[in-house]
């Protein structure tokens, strides 16, 4: 018995197909799935082929210990949006590995500082990579001081001049929020914060490629993420020299309608008031029923990221839930009869213990009972309904 997620392969697939042909619509260039993490619930071997499939030229992994699996599928090239550094010892044989796998020319690195790129100027061999730049989410990259003063470094010319780095663009990753500091280019209104900041980027990129002088010029080619198709469209007309690559994996693969998580009911304990139950001996509600279902901390159950709570609304309920918590009470993500129900206690790693109030009809051993959960946290141990 499991903790199953079923597909509805056709609505997931046209929902793919119609992301995809979107994308490309808008951007006039083909879609980047990005692959990465748990592969969001579905598994980054399942999705690789998904994305051969849709005829992806380029799928997008989030570090180097990604790329050997999916890289085993097709022929595409593989974009690592984790920075590249020489720093990481941890990643460093990682990056050797691929430097000596047949794949290694299909794998095109995140480079974030002049530090890691000149290391691979100066250094052995012959690599593909971006720059990528520092957006109003001040993770990683350059400024654009810090990016002009890369692209004029003599080291940087040699190193292309060499082919020990081939640039393959700039890499812009935006926020999910609107840019709260971005203001319009001077002269120009070209649509939403994100479109401003976008622009901004591609107008500097544009202007210092297309004057390029030496060998093996960086591609004029702008890499982004979290635009919708308008603001994708808005920015393609308004630097129109430049390729837009954008990258795509929640709004790609996470069809909701098409997806569908479950838990098996494994046990059921009608049980009468008082009755101690589970590994810290908590009672439930009068005559309640306990059932045992498929599901735990192993699958992702029970887990969840810091809210946002961007609004008085959310902050309310998140004030609520904690309330709750430390009372000891947590709605599990199970649904029974349209309603979501209690846990008795945290999840076990493979199972969780839930009840039901008297008077609500009880599930059979071997029934199903929904859950809603996010995926990039899931785990399945079966994926029903795709070939």
């Known amino acids: 018995m499991a903790f199953a997620l079923t597909v509805d392969a056709q609505r997931w697939r046209d929902h793919q197909d119609a992301v995809s042909s979107s994308v490309a619509r808008a951007s006039g260039a083909p879609l980047v799935p990005v692959i990465k993490g748990n592969g969001y619930g579905l598994g980054q071997s399942l999705l690789t082929r998904e994305a051969v499939r849709l005829g992806a030229d380029t799928v997008a992994v989030g570090t180097v210990f990604e790329v050997a699996e999916v890289a085993a599928t097709g022929t595409h090239d593989i974009v690592v949006l984790e920075p590249f550094d020489p720093r990481d010892s941890f990643a460093r044989d990682a990056w050797w590995q691929v430097g000596q796998a047949l794949h290694s020319g299909r794998v095109i690195r995140t480079v974030s500082s002049l530090e890691s790129l000149l290391a691979l100027a100066e250094g052995p061999g012959s690599v593909r990579l971006l720059l990528e730049a520092q957006t109003s989410m001040h993770r990683f990259g350059m400024d654009e001081a ?61 202007a210092e490629t297309d004057v390029w002088s030496g060998h093996n010029s960086p591609e004029s080619r702008v890499w982004v993420s979290h635009l919708d198709d308008a603001e994708l469209a808005a920015v393609a007309a308004a630097v129109p020299d430049v390729t837009l690559r954008l990258r795509s994996g929640t709004r790609l693969w996470l069809d909701r309608s098409a997806l569908h998580a479950a838990g098996t009911v494994l046990a059921v304990h009608p049980l009468p008031t008082g009755t101690h139950v589970g590994y810290r001996q908590r009672t439930g509600p009068k005559d309640g029923t306990l059932v045992v279902v498929s599901g735990g901390t192993a699958h992702g159950i029970g887990l969840s990221a810091p809210t946002p709570a961007a609004s008085v ?15 000891g009470r947590a709605l599990s993500p199970f649904r029974w009869q349209g309603k979501q129900r209690w846990f008795a206690e945290p999840p076990h790693q493979h199972v969780s213990m839930i009840w039901l109030p008297a008077g609500v009809v009880v599930p059979a051993v071997g029934d199903r009972l929904d859950a809603d959960v996010r995926f990039t946290t899931s785990r399945f141990d079966a994926i029903l309904g795709l070939d």
Do not use: M, N, Y
């Open 146 to 206: 810090e990016l002009l003063r890369a692209l004029a470094d003599p080291r940087v010319h040699e190193g292309l001049a060499r082919g020990r780095i081939f640039i393959e663009g700039l890499s812009v990753h935006l926020p999910i929020a609107p840019p709260a500091d971005e203001t319009e280019p001077k002269g120009v209104t070209v649509g939403t914060a994100k479109v401003c900041e976008v622009v901004r980027w591609a107008g500097l990129w544009w």
């Open 313 to 327: 609304r959310q902050r309310v309920v998140t004030a609520g839930t904690g309330a709750l918590d430390a009372a």
